[in-house]
């Protein structure tokens, strides 16, 4: 298997329409591990993506990490196909569009406590495999201005956006002004597939990236039970 510098876990959505648009909107399928072509009809789109893109059409479970001393990725494989195989499948009302701060996303619509659970389980079900954060990697996620727990968090998991603080999402954009995420939104509207009713997430992802900032790439999937 190949080796890479980092490691996620996401939930990336089985072939479908929805995973193409992801793909045409980003200009990279994480999937197939290529380049795509952006929608051609949406002007700024490649600049506003720039940030997600690398990281595909995803929602985060376990944040990127390297792998810790003496862990191999074979190790981390089968731990974490035992983990899916182990942990039930997710169910949400919804999926919708919505704003986060200045960010564009896909989010649960109703209550996302059952995709919670599973983000969790992969938090804490694989952390023996995460190398301690650099405190490069902690900085700067300090410079975002953390509340007391969110730290207890990220000394603890290495991100402070886990547990309680996990918000699952599908990342359509980078940080915009209002302006322009207007017209992204307006875009978006108009080009999303019909999103599911009720959102099952019934599967979870190993990706790698090969080297440092190089794009997000699958390995493989899991099903969850």
Same mark, same amino acid.
């Given at each position: 298997?190949?080796?890479? =510098?980092?490691? +996620?876990?996401?939930?990336?959505?089985?072939?479908?329409?929805?995973?193409?648009?992801?793909?045409?909107?980003?200009?990279?399928?994480?999937?197939?591990?290529?380049?795509?072509?952006?929608? +051609?009809?949406?002007?700024?789109?490649?600049?506003?993506? +720039? =940030?997600?893109?690398?990281?595909?059409?995803?929602?985060? &479970?376990?944040?990127?990490?390297? &792998?810790?001393?003496?862990?191999?990725? =074979?190790?981390? *494989?089968?731990?974490?196909?035992?983990?899916?195989?182990?942990?039930?499948?997710?169910?949400?009302?919804?999926?919708?569009?919505?704003?986060?701060?200045?960010?564009?996303?896909?989010?649960?619509?109703?209550d996302g406590a059952d995709i919670?659970?599973?983000?969790?389980?992969?938090?804490?079900?694989?952390?023996?495999?995460?190398?301690?954060?650099?405190?490069?990697? &902690?900085a700067r996620r300090r410079a975002?201005?953390?509340?007391?727990?969110?730290?207890?968090?990220? =000394?603890?998991?290495?991100?402070?956006?886990?547990?309680?603080?996990? *918000?699952?999402?599908?990342?359509?954009?980078?940080?915009?002004?209002?302006?322009?995420?207007?017209?992204?939104?307006?875009?978006?509207?108009?080009? &999303?597939?019909?999103?599911?009713?009720?959102?099952?997430?019934?599967?979870?992802?190993?990706?790698?990236?090969?080297?440092?900032?190089?794009?997000?790439?699958?390995?493989?999937?899991?099903?969850?039970a």
């Amino acid at each position: 298997m190949t080796t890479y =510098t980092r490691y +996620a876990v996401y939930y990336l959505p089985p072939k479908g329409d929805l995973a193409d648009f992801g793909a045409a909107w980003l200009g990279w399928d994480a999937a197939t591990g290529q380049k795509t072509a952006h929608f +051609a009809d949406v002007a700024g789109l490649a600049q506003a993506v +720039a =940030t997600p893109q690398k990281y595909g059409f995803h929602a985060t &479970l376990k944040p990127p990490f390297r &792998l810790a001393d003496g862990c191999g990725v =074979t190790d981390l *494989r089968d731990a974490l196909a035992d983990l899916a195989a182990a942990t039930p499948a997710a169910t949400a009302p919804g999926l919708g569009l919505a704003r986060l701060g200045r960010f564009l996303a896909l989010v649960p619509q109703g209550d996302g406590a059952d995709i919670g659970r599973v983000a969790a389980a992969m938090v804490q079900g694989l952390d023996q495999f995460r190398a301690p954060a650099s405190q490069g990697e &902690l900085a700067r996620r300090r410079a975002a201005g953390l509340t007391p727990r969110q730290e207890q968090l990220l =000394t603890q998991w290495g991100y402070p956006y886990v547990m309680e603080a996990f *918000r699952f999402h599908l990342t359509l954009s980078g940080k915009l002004a209002s302006d322009a995420l207007d017209q992204l939104e307006a875009a978006a509207q108009r080009l &999303l597939p019909p999103l599911p009713q009720p959102f099952v997430m019934a599967e979870v992802a190993l990706l790698g990236e090969r080297a440092d900032d190089a794009p997000f790439e699958l390995i493989e999937r899991f099903a969850l039970a």
